[in-house]
């Protein structure tokens, strides 16, 4: 009988940190995915210095060409239409009033990106899931957040499934807690993967570009997603530190 228990305690351990893993991530990256918040990190990508090495290099005189076409455009309207590439952008004329030849080009080629963007987080994918996976927009659509948002509830029905296992087979409050700990802080480890991302990747022998396109500004706006572990990880340690307080006293008793 004390071999099956283990054997239950073992298999309700490992599913549940597995599942768990996938709850907490699914949860967090269907957060991240609502159109809102990836528009806001697309604002701060766009708004950094690594958005000017997209930006097209255009001829001063184009550009100034364009500023003409605008002012003329403005002179009697409060908003005008531009076709730029296979996009038509709206702007307000006041925001151009103030601004430089090339702040105006820079607007205008953001407008254009984050309209861009919205097309892409609309677009619906006939395929499977295997298949929609290997496409990378599919990772910012809101078919993607919908995925992940019928997911949360399955994942989570199957941690408290394979956490009711572990609780079962384990003989006292000690166990029940100690092993649960375990399995949290295991499975609030990926909380501590930014830091290495942030602090460790810039040690390495890698091009200064490189660094750059990864660490500013994308590996920062992406930390969000793993804050979620923090608080499996600190629940870990104050259970287990709960269960070895159990455990002195219950020895304490038996003394």
């Known amino acids: 009988m004390e071999i099956f228990r283990k054997i239950g305690k073992f298999v309700g351990s490992f599913f549940f940190i597995i599942f768990l893993f996938l709850f907490l991530l699914s949860y967090s990256l269907a957060n991240f995915t609502q159109k809102e918040n990836l528009m806001k990190?697309?604002?701060q990508i766009l708004d950094s210095s690594l958005a000017q090495k997209f930006i097209p290099?255009?001829?001063k005189s184009q550009l100034e060409s364009l500023e003409l076409?605008?002012?003329?455009?403005c002179k009697d309207k409060e908003k005008i239409e531009v076709s730029f590439g296979d996009q038509n952008i709206s702007l307000e004329c006041k925001e151009l009033q103030n601004l430089t030849t090339e702040e105006t080009f820079q607007m205008i080629f953001k407008k254009t990106v984050k309209s861009e963007f919205e097309e892409l987080y609309e677009t619906s994918y006939d395929?499977?899931?295997i298949d929609c996976f290997k496409i990378p927009t599919f990772f910012i659509s809101f078919?993607?957040?919908q995925l992940l948002t019928s997911l949360i509830l399955s994942?989570?029905?199957l941690s408290l499934a394979a956490l009711s296992l572990i609780w079962f087979c384990?003989?006292?409050w000690y166990e029940r807690l100690k092993d649960t700990g375990i399995s949290l802080i295991l499975v609030g480890i990926p909380y501590f993967f930014k830091y290495f991302a942030v602090h460790l990747i810039p040690l390495f022998p890698f091009s200064e570009e490189f660094k750059e396109i990864l660490v500013h500004p994308i590996i920062p706006l992406l930390?969000?997603?793993?804050s979620i572990f923090l608080y499996a990880f600190v629940t870990g340690i104050g259970l287990l530190f709960v269960s070895l307080m159990i455990n002195v006293k219950t020895s304490h008793k038996k003394l």
């Open 41 to 43: 990190t697309f604002d």
């Open 57 to 59: 290099d255009i001829p």
């Open 69 to 73: 076409y605008l002012r003329k455009e």
């Open 127 to 129: 395929c499977k899931l």
């Open 143 to 145: 078919q993607f957040h």
């Open 155 to 157: 994942l989570g029905f």
């Open 170 to 172: 384990s003989k006292n």
């Open 223 to 226: 930390s969000p997603i793993f």
